[in-house]
């Protein structure tokens, strides 16, 4: 009896290895920027609650100068560490508080650095950074 072979070519092989290297070619950028993205909430969640302590610290000493992290009782980064918090400005009446990208969120170079005021005014671009 003849039994035909059974098993691949390694022409089809290579075709297999060809489409799975293009799959991931286009599917791995997609995953990273989705990454940035979603570690992006980690920095607004970290300003919107440092926002929240400015606050509490303007109804407690009737003005902004002099808040920092360590005197809101907060450390400088943010709750998963991929952001490094700051007070921009703090005046009398006025705070800019700013969120930079620390570690792996450093290539972040659609938003970079997420900035909020005291009215509530967010940056760098609201509609792309803050949705």
Same mark, same amino acid.
């Given at each position: ?110 938003? /970079? ?9 967010? /940056? ?8």
């Amino acid at each position: 009896m003849n039994h035909p072979k059974q098993g691949f070519t390694l022409i089809e092989l290579m075709i297999v290895l060809a489409v799975i290297g293009i799959l991931t070619a286009i599917a791995y950028p997609t995953y990273q920027n989705h990454m940035i993205d979603s570690r992006r909430s980690d920095g607004q969640a970290a300003l919107l609650n440092m926002s929240s302590l400015m606050e509490s610290y303007f109804t407690e000493n009737n003005t902004y100068v002099g808040a920092n992290p360590t005197t809101l009782g907060i450390t400088n980064a943010s709750q998963q560490g991929y952001y490094t918090l700051s007070v921009t400005t703090a005046t009398a009446t006025a705070f800019t508080l700013s969120a930079a990208p620390a570690g792996v969120q450093t290539a972040d170079t659609t938003c /970079g650095t997420l900035t909020i005021t005291n009215t509530n005014i967010k /940056g760098p671009n609201p509609s792309t950074c803050w949705n």
